[in-house]
């Protein structure tokens, strides 16, 4: 069993940065690759990024590629997100989510654990 935890969100110009963090209780946290997935109003869940076990291997989706940064220190079983060059856009709940079945997961059914979500806001 994992509990996840993010926070982290806020309200931030566009072009402005937010880290968001994904806390995560556990002894095993070292064997889930982890994700990040946003819901913004009226649209469906959507993959943001993942990084698998080691934190040796990352992917993201198209719209956030070279903006945004997944990272993990497992020591502190803590998984981020650096989000910079925000746009409007990128206004969502933004939820993180573990895996213990895949190497790289970027589909929702694969993930077997979910956080309460944090919510970014983006104005202008």
């Known amino acids: 069993q994992v509990q996840l935890v993010e926070s982290g969100g806020g309200l931030v110009q566009a072009g402005g940065s937010l880290r968001l963090s994904c806390a995560a209780s556990?002894?095993?946290?070292?064997?889930?690759?982890v994700g990040w997935f946003r819901q913004a109003p009226g649209k469906e869940r959507e993959f943001v990024a993942t990084?698998?076990?080691?934190?040796?291997?990352?992917y993201y989706a198209n719209s956030v590629k070279g903006r945004f940064t997944i990272s993990r220190d497992n020591g502190k079983n803590t998984v981020y997100l650096q989000m910079n060059s925000l746009k409007l856009e990128d206004t969502a709940v933004y939820y993180c989510?573990?895996?213990?079945?895949?190497?790289?997961?970027?589909?929702?059914?694969?993930?077997?654990?979910w956080g309460q979500g944090t919510q970014v806001t983006v104005s202008s």
């Open positions: 556990g002894r095993t946290f070292s064997t889930y690759a």
């Open positions: 990084i698998n076990r080691s934190g040796g291997s990352t």
């Open positions: 989510a573990a895996d213990s079945g895949s190497f790289l997961p970027t589909r929702e059914y694969e993930y077997d654990y």
